[in-house]
């Protein structure tokens, strides 16, 4: 009596939906949808649990940077973590570039690491000038050009150029574009660690359509908060993350 051998589709493309989810004789499950999930972690105790989130928590903590500035301050008690963008925003006399000067100081003394202050449309000089002018309490008006001061003023002065000497503040200048900012901000970390960047009239910087977008990811790949200053009627209003107006403007 002849013996009865089952026969087996062959492994086709069209055979292979024969049946889902069987392999068939000398074929692999390559189609097979499943999938190996990772095993389990062994159980833990809390107390190595509760003290790696402890330090966790101290890192960040420690990683904050206070700005002095009391919107800022109020918004942010704990200091600004890293990656963190700010925008300040007013028209003109509003105070933007003085608040920028005033936290650049704070920063740089706090002993957390350097500010870099960052001008758009000012010569370093010009910036130095702002400084003294900011730390002594001297109108500026009354170093441009050729300085004006009296004897008072000249004392005032030179306690300021004494702080500012000391300061972990870096200046600088001629940024024009994201490209200019992010060569910058990396060429400082290199020499020390940067705590702070701080972006006077940031909305010149080119490309002006995406620059709160480009803040944005250049504080989170650098790891360092960013306090920038713009128009109130900057495109940068509408973008970005944390915008403090100075005039009153909602």
């Given amino acids: 009596m002849p013996c009865f051998r089952p026969r087996f589709p062959d492994a086709s493309p069209m055979n292979r939906a024969w049946a889902p989810g069987v392999t068939l004789p000398?074929?692999?499950?390559?189609?097979?949808?499943?999938?190996?999930?990772?095993m389990p972690k062994p159980p833990e105790h809390v107390r190595h649990l509760v003290q790696r989130r402890f330090e966790q928590i101290h890192r960040d903590l420690q990683g904050?940077?206070?700005t002095g500035h009391p919107l800022i301050d109020k918004r942010f008690p704990e200091g600004?973590?890293?990656?963190?963008?700010?925008?300040?925003?007013g028209g003109p006399g509003s105070g933007k570039t003085?608040?920028?000067?005033?936290?650049?100081?704070?920063?740089?003394?706090?002993?957390?690491?350097?500010?870099?202050?960052?001008?758009?449309?000012?010569?370093?000089m010009q910036v130095v000038d702002r400084l003294l002018a900011h730390c002594?309490?001297?109108?500026?008006?009354?170093?441009?050009?050729?300085p004006t001061v009296d004897s008072q003023d000249w004392l005032a002065l030179a306690?300021?150029?004494?702080?500012?000497?000391?300061?972990e503040l870096l200046i600088a200048t001629g940024i024009h574009s994201i490209m200019d900012?992010?060569?910058?901000?990396?060429?400082?970390?290199r020499a020390t660690r940067i705590a702070m960047v701080l972006i006077d009239d940031a909305d010149l910087i080119e490309p002006a359509d995406d620059a709160a977008t480009n803040l944005c990811t250049?504080?989170?790949?650098?790891?360092?908060?960013?306090?920038a200053t713009v128009e109130s009627e900057s495109a940068l209003r509408a973008d970005a993350e944390h915008w403090i107006p100075l005039d009153g403007s909602t």
């Fill in 159 to 167: 306690r300021a150029a004494g702080e500012l000497s000391e300061s």
């Fill in 80 to 89: 600004l973590s890293p990656g963190t963008v700010v925008v300040l925003g």
């Fill in 98 to 124: 003085r608040a920028l000067l005033g936290i650049a100081r704070r920063v740089a003394s706090g002993g957390s690491g350097a500010a870099l202050l960052v001008s758009r449309s000012d010569s370093r």
């Fill in 218 to 227: 250049l504080a989170r790949h650098m790891q360092v908060p960013v306090v």
């Fill in 64 to 66: 904050r940077t206070t």
């Fill in 181 to 189: 900012l992010a060569l910058s901000v990396l060429d400082a970390s």
């Fill in 26 to 38: 000398g074929h692999s499950r390559s189609t097979s949808r499943r999938t190996h999930s990772p």
């Fill in 136 to 146: 002594a309490g001297v109108p500026a008006r009354k170093l441009a050009g050729r």
